[in-house]
């Protein structure tokens, strides 16, 4: 085996992401390079190559400014992972990461979902055997507008977490996505999740609102991924604690994007500072991340972002490719949200 296709060593404090449902993972591909979880409740992602890997720098660079003054901009923050620089390992300094919020830190039975989204999946540099390539991938998504690319799911009676990999999910058609696939992110056979549905539906139609004013960028082959606790609590009901607590938890987050913004206005911080031997190039690695979930009160902990933004590209008309997807989703979500109990 060649030296190029060892698999690169771990940087002090991580390891490979748990509950990584889609995507290249670490030990894994052609790089062998994978998302990492380090032990401050951050995500390391590694930076592709160019254009790509640039692409999605300056695309979270570009949205955490600390100057940023542009509203659509400073609206989109919610619906992406908080990102708190790029850093290096000393051990493999060709490697670059994007440090980013763990959606799934606080949860002890993660049930996740990762959606590619879009009825086209190739952004406009592709070569045509990449567009076709694309194209015979997954047909349906001409109809849908989106794809599941994997999923997992805890089911509490049986008190296991259960895997869809990519291949269950490609055997999925029109007729068949809204029941056998995201029912059963919602354990639709078992009484359905219709709590976190509601929370669900909820976020992606504030998400549709940023859509439909955005004129910014086009999403290519991006992401949503949706996350809930899976393990069922039995509290008593506290609902105006729960939103007291949400609206602290906002102007905390707000606050923090806004006095602890990772980048400076030349673009670079604090070159030489180092976290267990990974070095900030430029970002704020020293931002807090939350550590616990609030018990006290009976309430699906649900979490819901973009990710994956290396097909993102400038664009000043209506992202409808997106869009048609999204509004997709919501009106499948909302079918499931409808049935009956």
């Not at 690169?8 to 591909?29: F, I, M």
Request: one cysteine or more; charged letters at 25%; proline letters at 7%.
């Amino acid at each position: 085996m060649s030296a190029s296709l060892a698999i690169p060593p771990l940087p002090p404090g991580t390891k490979p992401l748990a509950n990584q449902v889609a995507g290249h993972k670490y030990g894994e591909g052609k790089t062998k390079l994978g998302c990492l979880q380090h032990e401050d409740g951050t995500v390391l992602k590694p930076v592709q190559g160019p254009p790509r890997g640039q692409r999605e720098m300056d695309f979270y660079t570009t949205a955490f400014h600390e100057n940023c003054s542009n509203k659509t901009l400073l609206n989109l923050r919610q619906f992406i992972p908080k990102f708190s620089g790029i850093v290096q390992c000393s051990d493999n300094p060709n490697v670059s990461y994007l440090k980013l919020e763990n959606l799934m830190h606080r949860l002890s039975k993660p049930s996740v979902l990762d959606i590619k989204m879009g009825q086209r999946t190739y952004d406009p540099e592709a070569p045509p055997e990449k567009i076709a390539l694309e194209v015979a991938k997954f047909p349906p998504v001409l109809k849908l507008g989106y794809q599941l690319s994997g999923m997992q799911v805890f089911d509490p009676e049986l008190n296991k977490t259960v895997k869809y990999d990519k291949y269950y999910c490609k055997k999925l058609f029109e007729d068949t996505m809204v029941t056998q696939g995201l029912g059963k992110f919602f354990l639709i056979d078992k009484g359905m999740r219709k709590d976190v549905l509601k929370v669900v539906v909820d976020k992606l139609k504030e998400l549709e609102s940023w859509f439909l004013e955005q004129r910014i960028y086009a999403f290519y082959a991006s992401s949503i991924l949706i996350v809930y606790e899976g393990e069922v609590r039995h509290k008593p009901d506290c609902t105006t604690a729960v939103k007291a607590d949400q609206t602290r938890s906002e102007k905390n987050r707000e606050n923090t994007l806004r006095s602890n913004s990772p980048l400076k206005e030349n673009g670079t911080e604090d070159t030489n500072r180092s976290i267990d031997s990974l070095h900030i190039v430029n970002g704020d690695v020293g931002a807090k991340f939350p550590s616990k979930v609030n018990d006290d009160c009976e309430h699906p902990l649900v979490e819901i972002r973009m990710i994956d933004f290396t097909h993102v590209f400038p664009s000043q008309e209506e992202d409808s490719n997106y869009l048609f997807g999204l509004q997709n989703l919501i009106k499948h979500f909302q079918f499931l949200l409808d049935m009956p109990s």
